[in-house]
């Protein structure tokens, strides 16, 4: 992260300098070529700070999350008359990892097709359980929560979990499930 700080500072101190070295104190005024062509030349600079930024992230997830060890937890929600999300609750390996409480316009964007990338994280190779606890309102506006456990592989490569919750209507109760994608 420093790296990218000092390479944004030196992008900025050219910024700069080149600004300076258009508005010299004792030169007169430049016309309005040279002024197109100043802005023409921090729009350039601009643009390149934005690529050199964007480029910086990737290298730092790359580093930080190397896919060797990663793992990433979505969650799906397909819900509508039986369960309204408030909460949840993630835990690996016995060890809580996230905790997530929901907007209104949370729930909105989830019963809508959205989908949450709940949790990234390092984890070693070798097994692993994941639980995961929901807290919300069910049937007839009695508060829910209920847990769903998964134990999986991590192996070489990343390793993609989601939620799903959906509506079961053959028992009009939500469901709850993880699946690896």
């Not at 991590?154 to 993609?160: I, P, T, V």
């Amino acid at each position: 992260m420093t790296a990218t700080w000092v390479l944004l500072t030196v992008l900025l101190s050219q910024l700069l300098l080149s600004g300076a070295q258009a508005q010299q104190l004792d030169a007169p005024k430049a016309d309005e070529a040279d002024d197109n062509q100043l802005a023409s030349q921090l729009q350039q600079l601009k643009k390149e700070v934005i690529a050199l930024n964007r480029d910086l992230f990737i290298l730092e997830e790359d580093l930080l999350f190397p896919s060797s060890t990663q793992v990433v937890v979505f969650l799906a929600v397909d819900v509508g008359d039986y369960f309204k999300l408030d909460a949840v609750e993630l835990k690996i390996d016995e060890q809580t990892v996230s905790h997530y409480l929901y907007t209104e316009k949370q729930q909105l964007a989830l019963a809508k097709g959205g989908v949450q990338k709940l949790h990234l994280a390092n984890l070693p190779q070798g097994k692993h359980e994941l639980t995961a606890f929901f807290i919300g309102v069910g049937p007839h506006d009695r508060e829910y929560k209920r847990a769903t456990t998964l134990s999986f592989e991590k192996g070489s490569d990343a390793k993609m979990l989601e939620l799903r919750i959906t509506d079961t209507t053959a028992t009009q109760q939500p469901e709850f499930t993880v699946v690896e994608l």
